[in-house]
Nanobody
Framework: QVQLVESGGGLVQPGGSLRLSCTAS????????IGWFRQAPGKEREAVSQ????????HYVDSVKGRFTISRDNAKSTAYLQMNSLKFEDTAVYYC?????????????????WGQGTQVTVSS
């Protein structure tokens, strides 16, 4: 049974930092591209970042470029999202997802497995 478990969310002030973790089990993590998505209340789910299997090539949505960094540790079956300079508009539930393969930029409907989400709240 495949499971993705996110952790690291919380309450942070604007300008602060958080690091989200996504730990996978039940799959060969090395062969999966990992994506981070977020959904704010009343808004559609948005792709934030992905890191490809194989070459670990990262991709970011424009709104987080220069502030967020995605990484992975295949030995630990864990992906990370380091979030710096957080803004009010980063407030959302953050989800990680996994899709088999490592080519291109994947849409949310292409992902095979999803975590339960972790809340990130940016507030003063």
């Amino acid at each position: 049974q495949v499971q993705l478990v996110e952790s690291g969310g919380g309450l942070v002030q604007p300008g602060g930092s958080l690091r989200l973790s996504c730990t996978a089990s039940g799959l060969n993590f090395n062969y999966y591209t990992i994506g981070w998505f977020r959904q704010a209340p009343g808004k559609e789910r948005e792709a934030v970042s992905q890191i490809r299997s194989g070459d670990n090539s990262p991709h970011y949505v424009d709104s987080v470029k220069g502030r967020f960094t995605i990484s992975r540790d295949n030995a630990k079956s864990t992906a990370y999202l380091q979030m710096n300079s957080l803004k009010f508009e980063d407030t959302a539930v953050y989800y990680c997802a996994a899709v088999f393969g490592g080519t291109g930029i994947y849409k949310d409907y292409e992902y095979n497995y999803w975590g339960q989400g972790t809340q990130v709240t940016v507030s003063s």
